[in-house]
């Protein structure tokens, strides 16, 4: 299935651990039904993990579901129970790393990354058949030594993650008693290597309609030519994913970095 436009984001993320996971989570549409994704994204910086060449796609189908194919909230909790029981098991049998869930037209899946596969299936499938006897249980093994199951699905494609840091900075607002209705100055901050990127990109926000708040340097920096900038706009997340989608791209033809944005709490 191909990801595509994000639907909308979901309101939390999952708390980091000492192992240096980075749980998060989001809504995508999938070919023209919505699915949800925990994934911990950080794993990215060190996939693929060669250690772990194998991967396990497991998991059950479940009756009690929407219409939109998401558990109701009495099924989530026997989910989880479920997750947590195939995971201690997994646990036993040999070392891996779980990399992320999909939920899906009444489907729940967990991805894991094994080193070895011995009696994998049949001690899972055991699991299933004496403890979760009332679901159709679901258990794929291969090799993904690429990790493409992870990098190439699971993973949030470009405009996924600007919905998804968007949000971040929407919930703070919510958090802070903001409706997120009213139009307010918003600003920006965009980043470069030379003087001369910077004022390429300037021109370019002066005819979007953007104020230059400030202009300076920092020579000790990668990117040493700051520039902040404002424009009054709406913080609904589609607007202002439109408008930091545009805005990087932007910036990134002035061979620049779009850094955020932040604006101020309208209760």
């Not at 950080?42 to 558990?71: E, H, M, Q």
């Not at 596969?117 to 258990?139: P, S, W």
């Not at 920006?188 to 953007?210: M, P, S």
Request: charged share 25%.
């Amino acid at each position: 299935m191909q990801k595509l436009m994000p639907i909308f984001i979901l309101l939390f993320s999952l708390t980091a651990n000492a192992q240096q996971e980075n749980w998060d989570t989001y809504i995508a549409n999938y070919d023209g039904k919505p699915g949800t994704t925990i994934i911990d994204m950080g794993i990215r910086s060190i996939a693929p993990i060669t250690k772990f060449p194998f991967v396990l796609i497991t998991g059950v189908k479940y009756t009690n579901c929407d219409k939109d194919g998401f558990p109701t909230k009495a099924e989530f909790e026997k989910l989880y129970i479920i997750s947590d029981t195939i995971g201690a098991k997994l646990k036993s049998l040999s070392p891996n790393r779980m990399a992320g869930t999909f939920t899906y037209d009444c489907e729940r899946l967990d991805y894991y990354y094994l080193s070895d596969t011995l009696n994998i299936r049949k001690k899972l499938a055991d699991v299933y058949e004496k403890q979760f006897k009332a679901y159709t249980y679901y258990i794929n093994i291969k090799v993904d030594k690429a990790w493409a199951a992870y990098l190439e699905f699971l993973y949030p494609n470009e405009i996924t993650q600007e919905y998804m840091s968007n949000q971040k900075v929407l919930n703070g607002l919510l958090d802070a008693g903001d409706k997120l209705v009213a139009a307010r100055q918003v600003d920006h901050w965009a980043y470069f290597k030379t003087e001369k990127d910077r004022n390429c990109f300037i021109q370019v926000v002066k005819k979007l309609g953007y104020k230059i708040e400030e202009a300076s340097a920092d020579k000790k920096s990668q990117l040493p030519y700051k520039l902040q900038f404002s424009r009054n706009d709406k913080v609904e997340l589609t607007a202002i994913t439109t408008i930091t989608l545009q805005l990087r791209k932007e910036a990134n033809n002035c061979n620049g970095d779009y850094d955020g944005w932040e604006t101020v709490v309208i209760k």
